[in-house]
Structures are given as structure tokens and as C-alpha cells.
């Protein structure tokens, strides 16, 4: 087959550049290796910016968003040093979150997308892009019945994440990687319990971080900073629930509503930030352009807002050939990256004991976090970079 743009990947950098590509009128196509039910059940992301949920408006992609998203706007710290609660749309720029399940948004984009005429192909793996040094670049994909097949495109975005086709099809020397191993690791849970509190929970403790985020009235999202090596399964429900308890500090400021834990997932915390972000034809969007650590929320609202630039720096040279938005693309992202990134990289260093090459945590660094919390706690001037930081992309 061909199109103008071949998209890789249909998570929220491909659906979201697919729509909006979609309504300048130009012709694209979505290949996604896995098959639709999955990508619409996959939980991951909750935590939606304010610029995304006034591009999805702006766009007419965001009655889902309208009807089943809640605004979130507070955060509960639980230190060593006490407990206090910062509500950031009162602070900085007086924005709140909206929370929405990452999958019903995959969920309404794959929807809005077919409905307004789009192509996906689902169950296709991209095994290689070849030629995007030239003027037609190549896809080479398995379909689902196992055949290969090619696309032919104008350009390529690679929405198709961390070990994407994109990332593989750069020839060595082209695009350097920028990359940061932060030695945090956590043991991500899903429980089958009503939200313990009506905030985001934050909690330092000498045993590690502990998180707790509200998903809907039925599903709470816990976090449990754990050792680097931990296995999903080495901890039995029982011992996750103490050691909340325990982290949270339950017994001083309420016990937490236990559940059946229905997800579990290890997290290791790794960044990367690719430079640049284009090669020929070759865009890198989202994940595959930047990888970045899940303590600030930001990975799924810089795939958006990098879709957004890209979609219409592709209008503006295949409807007008001016090429000058596809030339800034990387420079106008890598700015908003350097920036999600050193806040993500902040909130690493403000919640977690961050351990050495050794394992264990520098007794100066501790003195160092516990002065961070101490100035969120007391310094309006920190709230108000906090609130603006933490909302923003
Ligand atoms: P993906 O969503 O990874 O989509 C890539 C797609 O490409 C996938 O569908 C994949 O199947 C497909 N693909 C891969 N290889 C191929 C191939 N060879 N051929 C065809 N298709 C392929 N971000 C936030 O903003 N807020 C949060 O609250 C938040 N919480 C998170 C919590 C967790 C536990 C995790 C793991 C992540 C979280 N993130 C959060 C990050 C966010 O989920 C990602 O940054 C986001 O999914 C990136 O979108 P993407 O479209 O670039 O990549």
C-alpha cells in the first residue's frame, strides 16, 4: 500500500497524530502490531495536562474526556517530617489534572479515527523502515496472517515507543541517545478497592516511596518503591498491604481500603532523550522520541503535544510545501523534553531513597530530600513552581 505518512504504533503519539492529520485532509495510514482489543485494554496512564485536554477540545476529540474525566487538583504529602497537602489550581498557574484511563482515550481515538474514515491495521508488526534518506521511504510489515507486505510513504512518524521499528531503523551515528538509569524501581499495583483518600498520595518513608492515585470510585492505583531485581510476583498481597499501611503511615492518618490486586507490573526508572528527533523522513513521536520516568505523569501529554507539532508541521509542507515547521520540529520538542524531563528528575529526587552504585542511600542525599519536602511544605514561591511544573508540558 501507500500514503502521504505512515504512522507506527497506535498508542496516544500515533492515534492522536493519525486524527489530526485526519482533519487537514491529509492521507495516512496506522500500523500497529498488536491487535485492537489489546491496545483499548492496556492500563497505563492516568493523569492528563491541561494543554491536552484543551487540544483534544479543540479538536472535537474529547467527548469521552467530558463525560467520564475528573478533575484532580490535590496532593497529599506524608513525610518523615509530618503530613501536608498542596491543592495546585489554587497555586501557579490555577490549572487541575484531569484523570482518564490512558486505554479510553486509546479507546475514543481508535473510534474517532475509523469513524472519520481512517485506516488502522492491527495485528501488524513493523519489522523494518528502509530509504528515509530518499524521497520515498519504505515500511516492511508481517500482517496477521504472517505475510509481509510494504507501504510506501511520503514520511514516517514512529509512534511505536522505546523498542519500536523507528528507533531500530536509525542508522548508527545518525541520532545520539541521551540516557539516565535513575536506580529507582517500582512495584506498580491495581487493586479492586475504592480510593483511600481524595488526593494523590505521596509518601517518603525509610523503608522507600509509597504512592496511592485514585483511577474511578472502584480501582485505586498503588506504588511501592522496591529493590531493583524485585519480581512481580515475589510479594503476596498480604505484605503489599502492610507495607502501604506501613509507608502511608495508616495507623496516624487512616487505614487504607484493601482489595483484591488485579495488576501488577515492575517498573524500573530509566530516561532517555533522543537528539535529534528527525533523520530524512523519519520523525521519532512520543515514546520512541523520549522515554521518561513515571513519577511526573508526563510521557503520554508529551506524546500528544509532540503529535500536535508534528501533525501541523506536515500540513504546513504537504498542503502549502512549506517545510520550515518540519525542519524546527525536533529543536520545538526537545525543549518541551529537557524541561519534563529535569522536573520528572526532580520529583525522583524528592520522593524516593535514592540508592548508590553500592545499594545504599548517601545519608547527605536524605538530608538533601527531606530540605526539598521541608521547602515544598513552607515556601509558597516552591508551591507555586511545583504546581506550575507539575500540570504543565
Ligand atoms: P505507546 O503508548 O507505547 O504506543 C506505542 C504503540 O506502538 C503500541 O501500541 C505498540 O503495540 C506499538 N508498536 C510497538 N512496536 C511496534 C512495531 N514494531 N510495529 C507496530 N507497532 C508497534 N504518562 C502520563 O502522561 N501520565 C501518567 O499518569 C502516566 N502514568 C504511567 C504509568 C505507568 C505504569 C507507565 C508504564 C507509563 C505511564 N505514563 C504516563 C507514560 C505513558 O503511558 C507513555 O508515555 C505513553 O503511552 C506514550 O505513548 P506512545 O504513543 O508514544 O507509545
Redesign the pocket.
Known amino acids: 500500500g501507500s500514503a502521504e505518512v505512515v504512522i ?8 492522536m497524530l493519525g486524527n489530526l492529520l485526519l482533519r487537514s485532509g491529509i492521507d495516512c495510514v496506522v ?4 491487535s485492537r482489543e ?2 483499548q485494554q ?1 492500563a ?6 491541561p494543554h491536552t485536554a484543551a487540544l483534544l477540545a479543540r479538536h472535537g476529540l474529547d467527548e469521552g474526556l467530558r463525560k467520564r474525566g475528573q478533575e484532580h487538583s490535590v496532593c497529599e504529602f506524608r513525610t518523615e517530617d509530618g503530613r501536608f497537602r498542596l491543592d495546585y489550581r489554587l497555586l501557579g498557574k490555577g490549572e487541575p489534572h484531569t484523570v482518564y484511563p ?1 486505554h479510553e482515550l486509546v479507546t475514543d481515538l481508535v473510534g474517532l479515527f475509523l469513524g472519520a474514515g481512517g485506516r488502522i491495521h492491527f495485528d ?4 523494518d523502515v528502509t530509504g528515509v534518506e530518499g524521497p520515498r521511504p519504505s515500511v516492511t ?1 508481517r500482517d496477521a496472517d504472517g505475510r509481509s507486505a510494504h507501504w510506501r510513504a511520503r514520511y514516517v512518524a514512529a ?3 522505546r ?3 523507528g528507533r531500530r531503523a536509525l542508522p548508527p551515528g545518525a541520532v545520539r541517545r541521551r540516557h539516565r538509569d535513575h536506580g529507582v524501581s517500582w512495584l ?1 499495583l491495581l487493586a479492586e478497592a475504592p480510593p483511600s483518600l481524595d488526593a494523590v498520595g505521596y509518601a517518603t518513608h525509610p523503608r522507600g516511596f509509597a504512592g496511592h492515585m485514585a483511577r474511578s470510585p472502584e480501582v485505586t492505583r498503588y506504588y511501592l518503591q522496591c529493590t531493583r531485581g524485585t519480581e512481580v510476583d515475589d510479594w503476596s498481597e498480604e505484605r503489599v498491604w502492610d507495607e502501604l499501611d506501613l509507608r502511608m503511615r495508616a495507623e496516624e492518618f487512616g487505614p487504607l481500603r484493601r482489595g483484591r490486586i488485579i495488576q501488577r ?1 515492575v ?1 524500573d526508572f530509566e530516561s532517555d532523550v533522543l537528539e535529534p528527533l528527525r533523520h530524512g523522513a523519519l520523525f521519532l ?4 522520541a523520549s522515554l ?1 520516568s ?1 513519577s511526573a ?7 500528544v503535544l509532540e503529535a500536535d507539532i508534528l501533525a501541523r508541521a506536515l500540513a504546513d509542507d504537504l498542503l502549502h510545501g512549506d517545510a520550515e515547521g518540519l525542519d524546527r520540529y525536533s529543536e520545538r520538542c526537545l525543549e518541551h523534553i529537557w524541561r519534563a524531563q529535569e522536573f520528572s528528575h526532580w520529583m525522583i529526587q524528592l520522593l524516593h531513597r535514592v540508592p548508590g552504585p553500592d545499594g545504599s542511600t548517601s545519608p547527605f542525599q536524605e538530608g538533601l530530600r527531606r530540605a526539598r519536602l521541608k521547602a515544598l511544605r513552607s515556601s509558597r514561591t516552591q508551591q507555586d513552581w511545583f504546581a506550575e511544573n507539575y500540570v504543565g508540558v
Do not use: M, S, Y
Not at 31 to 34: D, N, T
Not at 285 to 288: K, R
Open positions: 507506527l504504533g497506535a498508542g496516544p503519539a500515533g492515534l500500523l500497529e502490531r498488536a489489546h491496545v492496556r497505563r496512564a492516568g493523569f492528563l495536562a490512558q501488524t508488526e513493523v519489522l510489515v509512534c511505536d515507543g523498542h519500536g521499528a506498580g507490573a517498573v513521536v512520543g515514546d520512541a521518561i513515571p505523569a508526563k510521557g503520554a501529554n508529551l506524546a
